[in-house]
């Protein structure tokens, strides 16, 4: 974490993150929480747009996708709970 950098906190109502506070006291860092649901309508288009930008400039790089049939659901749920998927999202397409 960069000097005078800052947190920016994405998460549910009932979850609990754990916070690195003594590099949040030692680097002066600010911590801000994000609610995609109080944002204006303006805010969401500015917001489409930076990242139709950093898509289109490639500085945006989606995770590794796994393209699989329709037909490879069981096998694909059985590897995700068995925990043999990371880092990569799995796709099913009919």
């Known amino acids: 974490m960069a000097p005078r950098g ?3 906190l994405l998460a549910g109502m009932g979850a ?3 916070l690195p506070v003594g590099a ?3 680097h002066d860092l600010q ?3 994000f609610a995609i649901s109080m944002a204006r ?3 969401l288009a500015d917001a489409a747009r930076r990242i139709n930008q950093l898509g289109a400039d490639g500085s945006l790089r ?3 996708v796994e393209v699989l049939p329709l037909e490879a ?3 694909a749920h059985r590897r995700l709970e068995a925990g043999q ?3 990569t999202r799995l796709v099913l397409r009919p």
Do not use: Q
């Open 85 to 87: 998927v990371r880092g």
């Open 41 to 43: 309508a303006d805010e």
């Open 6 to 8: 800052r947190i920016v």
């Open 62 to 64: 989606p995770r590794a």
């Open 73 to 75: 659901a069981a096998d």
């Open 31 to 33: 911590l801000r929480g």
């Open 16 to 18: 609990r993150p754990e």
């Open 24 to 26: 949040v006291y030692t």
